[in-house]
């Protein structure tokens, strides 16, 4: 009240209450959990992506794959003994599985096969020469080759499991000495062959090579320019029928990209043509 007896309402000063901190005002509470767990998100991706292949597909490599490894282990057999050839069933049976059910992957090509067993199988021995045959000794050996199939650009993971293989051999393989490479890479052959075989006569073509990028010639303007989803890609998987080593949410976020690079290199060359 003032000295004059009305009642006058204290007006606060222009500054008063704006004050927001030196970063402005919060979002949020000051204390928030550093991340939200999401238990079914995380639950989710434990489940099994759905298998684009019929069962007459799965029949076909399940056929190839037990041809494919039988005859090369009878042909390893017939040459070293039958020792040394099943010392190498494990890894000549996963090598299958890729090259009769993922025949269209880059991990199945003749090259990956080839390059893969050949550097595991010098790096193996090497190894085992300079350090002994321990389980170290095998672990380094699988590490020393990944790194070499990576650089020839011959990965393929079943070589790893043949590295360790090689280090930790059986009594027989042992005696063959620096000549064990020869059992590998004959079962790496006839494997080899026997894909390229069985998956041409059953109308899967092997190997894969590079596709050409076909040549588009646009006479009018695009009205439409639909965008590709996920549905689009696991359809289109479906209707290929073959195993494919990439989920449809994997492509989506590969051709994104790819478009968000190719628009990128449009308007790098339109702003070239005019400087």
């Not at 006058?8 to 704006?18: E, F, H, I, L, R």
């Not at 639909?226 to 073959?242: F, G, H, R, S």
Request: proline share 7%.
């Amino acid at each position: 009240m003032s000295q004059s007896g009305r009642h006058t309402a204290s007006v606060p000063p222009p500054n008063a209450g704006t004050f927001e901190g030196l970063y402005g005002k919060p979002k949020g509470p000051f204390f928030r959990p550093l991340f939200r767990l999401d238990v079914f998100a995380m639950l989710a991706r434990w489940l099994p992506a759905a298998i684009n292949t019929r069962p007459a597909e799965w029949s076909r490599a399940a056929i190839g794959m037990a041809l494919g490894t039988l005859f090369s282990i009878w042909v390893c057999a017939q040459v070293f003994g039958p020792e040394v050839a099943l010392h190498l069933l494990g890894p000549l049976g996963a090598s299958a599985v890729l090259l009769f059910a993922v025949s269209s992957g880059a991990l199945a090509q003749p090259w990956s096969i080839v390059g893969s067993y050949l550097c595991a199988s010098v790096v193996a021995l090497l190894v085992a020469r300079v350090l002994g045959r321990s389980l170290g000794s095998a672990c380094l050996a699988a590490g020393m080759a990944l790194i070499l199939m990576c650089w020839l650009r011959c990965l393929h993971p079943p070589s790893g499991g043949l590295a360790m293989t090689l280090v930790l051999a059986d009594p027989a393989s042992i005696a063959l000495g620096w000549l064990e490479v020869g059992p590998v890479m004959l079962g790496a052959g006839t494997l080899l062959l026997t894909a390229l075989a069985y998956n041409n006569l059953t109308r899967t073509r092997y190997p894969k090579g590079a596709s050409e990028p076909a040549l588009v010639l646009e006479t009018r303007p695009r009205e439409v320019d639909p965008k590709i989803t996920a549905v689009d890609l696991e359809q289109a998987l479906a209707q290929m029928e073959q195993f494919f080593d990439v989920t449809p949410t994997e492509l989506e976020q590969l051709i994104h990209i790819a478009e968000d690079h190719a628009r990128r290199r449009s308007i790098g060359e339109v702003l070239a043509e005019r400087v």
